[in-house]
């Protein structure tokens, strides 16, 4: 274990590594990162509620710094990328131009693909809470490229098999799959697909939409799903959405005699929780709209959620803000380690090295600290390794979860099943 590890978990710090920090600069002292959030566009709920809980960790981080005499503060700069890639590029270097080299998000990953190469090219350091699509998918061929990239979630090559194995499990045979097209949404649907064939599902069409911006006129689409369920019975047919908060749109857009709303549709992480969703009213609850979500239910978990409803936020708390509070603790502690080791100077080799380690010292509590969503081992591609599925369903009481997908077993485990 490394001197500066040693001393966290002491209650005074030696004074060689207090004379090594505590005479440079204010400015100097403090750690900037970046935070890449949709504030206004298709994940925009979702970005509010992960900036709101952020500021409840970014003040838990600096007092843990300050009760264990590590001399430094934590400052995150938030900024809106509207869940655009272009824009999501714009706001980086605008922000690496003010002197932040790591950051956290972004939400999309098709904005993390659009990043990469500057990146790259500029050795910053990213850690997405939220990004799913396969490092292929987003132009990665080998690990070594995506070393200053890290992900704490699941790919989405785990995500096609929950929606398959749940769509399955469901006695579904036939599936209508429209999708948003970007990296994200052609990811995802493509892991479904192969996951679909060898579960023996039939895919009778995919109808992809553009995801910048996205449709305002559901009425094509919503044809074209219909013309493609025609003649299907609707006890082995459903339809998989996958897109964002826009899915709301496209529901509220479906007239209520349309025979599509006699059919179940089921869903992702991209529409988990989402408030527009819930927006469409009758017509979402009666669709059910069926989504998967990486699911860790922990004590820290529920701690946090109780500090975040007193502080005076409102809402069901998402999972994906709750694995940006773990990267906020790993990327935070790392930089510290980073900056003593350097004597304040950034160095992204480093630091990627240390958040691999640290990651899993995190996971086990050496820090002091317990981890949000739970366990978190990378694979060589520096992604989450494994995570269950919940599933989540629009009820008239909300979202309600009624059944997680086991990812060690495969198996769907129903509290309530569609």
Known sequence: MRKWLILLLVPILIGSFLAGCTQQSNKNNEIKIGVLLDLSGDLASEGQQTKEILSIEEENINNYFKEHNIPYTVKFFYTDTQCNPKI???KVQALHAMGINAFIGPTSSSELKNIKDYVNSNKLIVISQSSTAPPKILGFETPEQKKYIFRFVPTDEFQGKAIASVLKDDGIKNIVIIYRDDA???GLSSAVIANANKLGLNVITTIPYPSTPSPTDWSPYIQKIQSALNGKSNKDTAVLVIGFDEVGTLLSQIPKDSPVLNYKWFGSDGTAFSNKVLNAGENAIKVGLYSTI??????????LIDEYHKKGFKGKVKVYPLVACDAAWVLSLS????????????????LAKLIKENTEKYSKGEFGVKPVTGYIKLNIWNDRASGNYGIFAVTKDGWKLVGIWNSETGKVQWIKKP
């Open 88 to 90: 999501c590029l714009d």
């Open 184 to 186: 994200w949404g052609k």
């Open 294 to 303: 990486f699911y860790s239910e922990t004590d820290e978990a529920k701690k």
């Open 335 to 350: 930089y510290a380690e980073m900056l003593n080791e350097t004597k304040g100077k950034y160095d992204a080799d480093l």
